[in-house]
Every structure is written in structure tokens, then in C-alpha cells.
């Protein structure tokens, strides 16, 4: 005996099959024989760099019409650079993508009036993933004696500064935590910070991204030539040692908990993309769901494991998007705390190293 399916149920989702079916080869009429760019924060062989061609060489096969994606190295300004480009000059048509400094985003909640961010609401953007969920740690060169992030309480340390628009997590831990951290200004890159700290210039870093640390200077760790103080960010790494305290544990007062929740939030988005505002909807839509394929797909993830770079935890676009959406909704005397944190702690910083 034959079933009976009603007309109408079939003819509603053939209709359905076919919308989708049209979105798609719309999708790939556009980006077939395209060239689309990718904008990266900092310079070549930099972190951020070394994430961004991973993605390059990645999402393409995920991407119909499979475009052609050219990065471009674009650093200033503390990754802002790259922001105001996509936010004034780039295209809007999806053929335009920024691989951008975690910290960018919170730059106008953190700053207030005083911002000097082209935008005033990240969320003008379309993010569309980060390839990992960041810890940062403060850590120490081994001749400076210190052992324990309690010392920092009481004895001036020297870190480095990647920019003038850097040093949030200094600046936050000395108001909110009481350190001691005195910042010199700019080095530029990791591996700039890193001789600075090996030559004695500066007794260490704060914020130096675990993955970061992980791929090129394990060894220091290894060997004792470097003392990890604390992880930076909302939650602990397992791959540090657990008697390496986090910092929101060491916040004496809820509204300080809560301010540097805020200030460190960005490390839940820890290598961001996105594209710029304006950006027509299905093609966004297309990029998030290649990205979300391509960070669950075998070939990619062997594809960062031969390159040494860390995926752990990544986040979709929309998850990045409700985070950013939290930071802006968090209590105004929170965001209070997180604005002052910066302003004080900025009264710290010197302009000359140790030698």
C-alpha cells in the first residue's frame, strides 16, 4: 500500500532544498575567480601572522567557488591599523578579511572618551571564528630572582611593551592587584620583547601568549631561564603548571574580579577574524560555516600540528559576537574599574630599560 505525503509538505520542502540550493550557487558565482584579502595585525613570522596563513592556506577549500586568499601584512597602531582600514577604505563585499589583534575590540569600552578606535561598537563588524581560546602568563627572567607573584607586590619589575597602545595587562594588574610592573615602550614583536629579555633590558613580560611561548621558547621554561607568576585570562590552561595562579583568583574585591574580567576577556578570543561592517549577510554566512567546518577537519588540524601552532578551544563567530555583547552589557562600575585600571596603572611606565 502506498503512503500518502500530503502536496503541499513536498512542495514546501522542495522549495526549502531549493532556496538553499540557490543561496549556495549564488555564493559560489561570486567567489569563483575571485582574489579576496586577508589584513594581518602584525609583520611576517609574528603569531598572529603564523595563524593567519594557516587559515589562508585552509578555508579556501571550504569556501565555494574557492577564491583565491591573499594575506597581507599590515601592522601599526597596535593592530587599530588594520581595524580602521576595514572600518573605512576596504571592500564590503566579502572579497576583504582582517586577522586582528585580540585585544582591538574591547579598545572602546576600556578607554571610554579617550578611545581612539575608528568605531565605537566592535559588533559593527561580522566576526566570523577565532582559531583559539588564549592564555596569556607573566613571566620573569631567571636572574632576577623572583619566584613568586607575591614579590611583585613589593619590588619594581621591568616588562616590555609591544606598542604605545599596548600594556593593558600591566597596567590593569598594577591598579587592580597592586604590582609593582614599570613598562618600556616599543619593541614590536615577540621576538624584539624576547631578546630585550634574554639581554637583561627588561626582567620580563606580561600577557606573552602561551601558545606563542609554547612553539618557539619552551626550552626557557624547560631549562629554568625563564619563572612563570601567573596565567592571564578567564580560565586556567592545563598545560601550565597548576600552582601557576590565575589573575581573576587573585582579585581581592568582586568588582575588581569583574574589571579584569573585562580588561582580559579578549583572551577568549585569542587569534580573531572578521570582515568589515556592511558586509552582505550570505556571504558572511558562507564564511562562518566554512570556518566551523575547516577547525573540525583532520587535514587542518595535522595541517597546525606540522606548523607547531596551538588549536585549542576555537570560537565561532557568533560565539565571539555574544561574548563582545557581555563586555559592553557588564555593570557600570565594573567598566568603571576597568577604564580607571587603565589610566592608573599608565602612570607606571618609564622610558628607559635596565641597561
Known amino acids: 500500500m502506498k503512503k500518502y505525503v500530503p502536496t503541499l509538505?513536498?512542495?514546501?520542502?522542495?522549495?526549502?532544498?531549493?532556496?538553499?540550493?540557490?543561496?549556495?550557487?549564488?555564493?559560489?558565482d561570486f567567489y569563483a575567480g575571485k582574489t579576496v584579502d586577508l589584513y594581518i595585525t602584525q609583520d611576517a613570522g609574528?603569531?598572529?601572522?603564523?595563524?593567519?596563513?594557516?587559515?589562508?592556506?585552509?578555508?579556501?577549500?571550504?569556501?565555494?567557488?574557492?577564491?583565491?586568499?591573499?594575506?597581507?601584512?599590515?601592522?601599526?597602531?597596535?593592530?587599530?591599523?588594520?581595524?580602521?582600514?576595514?572600518?573605512?577604505?576596504?571592500?564590503?563585499d566579502g572579497t576583504a578579511m582582517g586577522a586582528v589583534d585580540r585585544g582591538v575590540a574591547a579598545e572602546p569600552i576600556l578607554y571610554g572618551k579617550e578611545s581612539k578606535a575608528p568605531f565605537k561598537n566592535p559588533?559593527?563588524?561580522?566576526?566570523f571564528g577565532s582559531l583559539n581560546t588564549e592564555i596569556g602568563v607573566?613571566?620573569?627572567?631567571?636572574?632576577?630572582?623572583?619566584?613568586?607573584?607575591?614579590?611583585?607586590?613589593?619590588r619594581p619589575t621591568i616588562t616590555s611593551m609591544a606598542n604605545s597602545?599596548?600594556?593593558?595587562?600591566?597596567?590593569a594588574l598594577n591598579a587592580i592587584l597592586g604590582t609593582q610592573f614599570k613598562q618600556v615602550c616599543c619593541y614590536g614583536s615577540d621576538s624584539n620583547q624576547n631578546l630585550a629579555m634574554e639581554r637583561g633590558e627588561v626582567d620580563g613580560r606580561v600577557g606573552?601568549?602561551?601558545?606563542?611561548?609554547?612553539?618557539?621558547?619552551?626550552?626557557?621554561?624547560?631549562?629554568?631561564?625563564?619563572?612563570?607568576?601567573?596565567?592571564?585570562?578567564?580560565?586556567?590552561?592545563?598545560?601550565?603548571?597548576?600552582?601557576?595562579?590565575?589573575?581573576l583568583d587573585l582579585a581581592k574585591t568582586d568588582k575588581g574580579k569583574k574589571a579584569l574580567t573585562i580588561i582580559f576577556a579578549n583572551q577568549s578570543m585569542g587569534r580573531p577574524y572578521l570582515m568589515p561592517p556592511g558586509t552582505p549577510a550570505e556571504r558572511v554566512a558562507e564564511v562562518r560555516k566554512a570556518f566551523n567546518t575547516m577547525v573540525k577537519d583532520p587535514a587542518f588540524l595535522a595541517d597546525a600540528e606540522k606548523r607547531h601552532l596551538e588549536i585549542s578551544d576555537p570560537k565561532s563567530g557568533e560565539e565571539i559576537e555574544a561574548l563582545l555583547k557581555s563586555i559592553y552589557a557588564a555593570p557600570p562600575d565594573a567598566i568603571a574599574a576597568a577604564q580607571d585600571a587603565m589610566k592608573e596603572g599608565e602612570v607606571k611606565m618609564i622610558d628607559t630599560p635596565n641597561k
Open 9 to 28: 509538505f513536498v512542495s514546501v520542502a522542495a522549495a526549502g532544498l531549493l532556496a538553499t540550493s540557490s543561496v549556495a550557487a549564488l555564493a559560489e
Open 123 to 127: 559588533l559593527e563588524f561580522s566576526w
Open 208 to 247: 606573552w601568549s602561551w601558545s606563542s611561548l609554547k612553539v618557539a621558547n619552551m626550552e626557557w621554561l624547560q631549562t629554568g631561564k625563564i619563572k612563570l607568576l601567573m596565567q592571564v585570562g578567564l580560565q586556567k590552561n592545563k598545560e601550565i603548571p597548576a600552582d601557576v595562579p590565575l589573575v
Open 165 to 171: 597602545q599596548g600594556g593593558a595587562g600591566a597596567r
Open 138 to 154: 607573566a613571566a620573569v627572567w631567571h636572574t632576577t630572582g623572583i619566584k613568586s607573584w607575591e614579590e611583585l607586590l613589593t
Open 46 to 92: 609574528a603569531g598572529y601572522d603564523l595563524y593567519a596563513r594557516l587559515l589562508a592556506d585552509n578555508i579556501v577549500k571550504y569556501l565555494p567557488g574557492k577564491p583565491l586568499i591573499i594575506p597581507r601584512n599590515m601592522q601599526g597602531a597596535g593592530g587599530m591599523r588594520v581595524m580602521a582600514f576595514l572600518h573605512d577604505v576596504a571592500k564590503r
